[in-house]
């Protein structure tokens, strides 16, 4: 039984695991707060060590054909476009594997004309010969469309379902293969079944109340880690930024909040990756790296082409499905649209020193495939 058929099921969250997830997202005082921190930390160290796993997200496109109303790439909005070639692509990587990374995720909108399994499987395998964890956050697809990305070479996938809050999906989700809410949320088997060794998934906080998001979400997890126990799960709680369309979050999610459900997962589930991104602050990222965070982005760029200017020569509007050339002005640099701001802009050299003085190690690599090699 899939997941999304599981989810139907009002006796998902008897498990004594939700159960317990549950007690802990209830008001806590500040001292039980300070205790759940303590015990969180204490788990993070004994499953992860004193380590800090880095990656950075490359976006490969913002081209999209779903009508999504929070998300920068939206259909309708009218923002600068662009997909990159894949020479391209390595020297966004090539940029990337400088600075330090060995663990990149590749990013793109739903497109099929222009992400396609193919286009995906010659980037991969450009990347691989020095990157050697490579990770996908694309449109969901079949199971055989995945399987020549993992012969070429990746090895992770993120998608994140936005919401669990099955109405409010289908009010924000208004045209394209997004609407379907189901085949996004079984999109994780789908990748496990093609052999995904990494699976991430996350909710967008902000577009429904947090609690009810958080419960989804561990049952997620909960799910993955008993069906698809072969993969690590690692798990993010982004919240909604600024970007085009002017969307605002529904509800709030405290920093307090955020807290709070980073360490119920932390206590409920002790070896699943936590995922944090510069999408928070700075100030915050370094409260939060102790309490059971261990992985995060750094000096990211949400847009094609961020780290080099690559691509800058194809930037383009799209109107009705259509390409619309835009003539810069002599001396203007153009550079496709991000898909939103970030909050935290400190290179990744940066951040690995302020790690350190944390009393944690920044890895860059934890994988090569000759560790799988028979």
Not at 31 to 60: D, I, K, S, V, W
Not at 175 to 192: I, T, V
């Amino acid at each position: 039984m899939s997941f999304s058929e599981t989810f139907r099921d009002s006796a998902l969250r008897s498990s004594r695991v939700l159960q317990r997830f549950a007690s802990l997202l209830r008001p806590q005082s500040g001292p039980a707060l300070e205790m759940m921190a303590a015990e969180a930390e204490q788990l993070t160290r004994q499953n992860f060590g004193r380590t800090m796993r880095l990656f950075a997200p490359l976006y490969l496109s913002n081209e999209c054909v779903n009508i999504c109303k929070y998300c920068g790439f939206s259909r309708d909005n009218p923002i600068l476009r662009v997909t990159l070639a894949v020479d391209q692509v390595e020297a966004e990587a090539r940029h990337l594997h400088a600075q330090g990374f060995r663990n990149i995720l590749l990013v793109a909108g739903e497109h099929p004309k222009f992400v396609s399994g193919d286009y995906l499987a010659r980037c991969i395998e450009r990347l691989r010969t020095f990157v050697p964890a490579i990770s996908l956050e694309v449109g969901p697809m079949e199971t055989a469309e995945y399987e020549p990305t993992v012969r070429a070479g990746a090895e992770g996938l993120v998608v994140y379902q936005e919401t669990y809050d099955r109405a409010v999906y289908a009010e924000l989700h208004t045209a394209g293969p997004k609407k379907d809410f189901d085949w996004r949320l079984d999109c994780p088997e789908r990748a496990y079944a093609a052999g995904f060794r990494r699976l991430g998934i996350g909710a967008l906080f902000g577009l429904a109340p947090w609690e009810e998001e958080a419960m989804s979400l561990a049952a997620h997890v909960d799910y993955l880690l008993r069906h698809c126990w072969k993969a690590s799960v690692t798990v993010s709680l982004p919240r909604l930024r600024p970007a085009a369309g002017q969307f605002q979050p529904r509800h709030d999610f405290s920093d307090r909040a955020l807290v709070q459900v980073i360490l119920a997962l932390r206590l409920c589930f002790p070896q699943v990756g936590i995922v944090l991104s510069t999408r928070e602050t700075a100030e915050l990222r370094d409260r939060l790296v102790r309490l059971g965070v261990t992985m995060m982005s750094a000096g990211s760029h949400t847009e094609p082409g961020g780290y080099t200017g690559a691509g800058s020569e194809s930037v383009h509007q799209t109107q009705k499905g259509k390409a619309i050339p835009v003539i810069a002005s002599e001396g203007e640099h153009l550079l496709a649209t991000e898909q939103f701001s970030i909050a935290d802009e400190r290179s990744p050299s940066v951040m690995a020193a302020r790690l350190r003085e944390l009393g944690l190690e920044p890895v860059w690599k934890d994988w090569d495939a000759a560790l799988a090699a028979h």
